[in-house]
DNA sequence: TTCTAAATTAGAAACTATTCCTAATTCGGT
DNA sequence: ACCGAATTAGGAATAGTTTCTAATTTAGAA
């Protein structure tokens, strides 16, 4: 709880128990988010919660860089709390979306073909290994 | 017209009228349109044309491959005719999707970290070359 | 060419993620 | 504790997409 406060206060956002849980939750549950999700999991200890208050604080923390958005499904957007540049997987069976340990040639560069670069995005999709697993059993 | 109404026979798909005209579409505006984009250019020569019919060929021409989808955006889906693998660049400025030509270490490889690949897509967004240079002769 | 069954299309309605709006609440400094 | 400013809650509005159903079109058989 302090912890999380700190961070916020460090950075300059208002530190108040929706943007302090959110964070923590965020911090605790690298499973990239939808605000759904956020807050299904939250609106039982935040009761007073609101959907609003959940896209509003992730705009906060997009704007400060606490948060990165992946934009990796059709349907909805995902959060993760920023980690160190990486890229991600996308399982079609499962649904599940997974921190790869791969990077990319241009992480560290400032532009490709004359374009400014400002963030890339990595977006691998297919089975995952544990889906690999049970298929398997049942062929 | 031909040449399209061809390439969907070839591929086992009914050559109507509508999906020759989206395919047409696609194979000469190179600027990933979204459904919108789609359907206003072409609502005009196809007068009856309606969005729920663009949304139905999209979706067999992705079954069959002939259309790529990107998720590059955060609020809608955008098509190309699928050419060569390549990454694309979103402009923060302009909005416009430019294609790369740079690819990526993985593109050949079947799996990473244990997962089975099926797709891979590579995003780059900052600002482009273009309106790079406007902004020299703002500032 | 005409007929028929199956596939496709159009348009409206439904659905869902996100944004907008406004009043009530909370926050931090005084 | 008080006050102005920021934040929150919740409902309404919006926009992209999907679903539903009837009408139309298609391709193949007669």
Chains 1, 2 share one sequence.
Do not use: W
């Not at 649904?95 to 990077?103: A, M, Y």
């Amino acid at each position: 709880m302090e912890k999380y406060k700190q961070i916020l206060v460090d950075r300059g956002i208002k530190p108040t128990y929706q943007r302090i849980k959110i964070l923590e939750y965020l911090d605790k549950n690298h499973s990239h988010p939808t605000v759904d999700m956020i807050y299904g999991a939250l609106y039982k200890k935040v009761p007073t919660l609101s959907k609003t208050t959940v896209y509003n604080t992730l705009d906060i923390f997009r704007e400060y860089d606490l948060v990165d958005v992946l934009t990796i499904t059709e349907s909805e957007i995902r959060y993760e709390y920023v980690l160190q540049p990486h890229h991600h997987f996308f399982c079609k069976r499962c649904g599940k979306i997974l921190d790869l340990d791969v990077n990319c040639v241009y992480q560290e560069a400032m532009c490709v073909e004359g374009h400014k670069i400002e963030a890339i995005h990595g977006y691998f999709k297919g089975i995952c290994s544990e889906c690999l697993l049970k298929n398997e059993n049942v062929s």
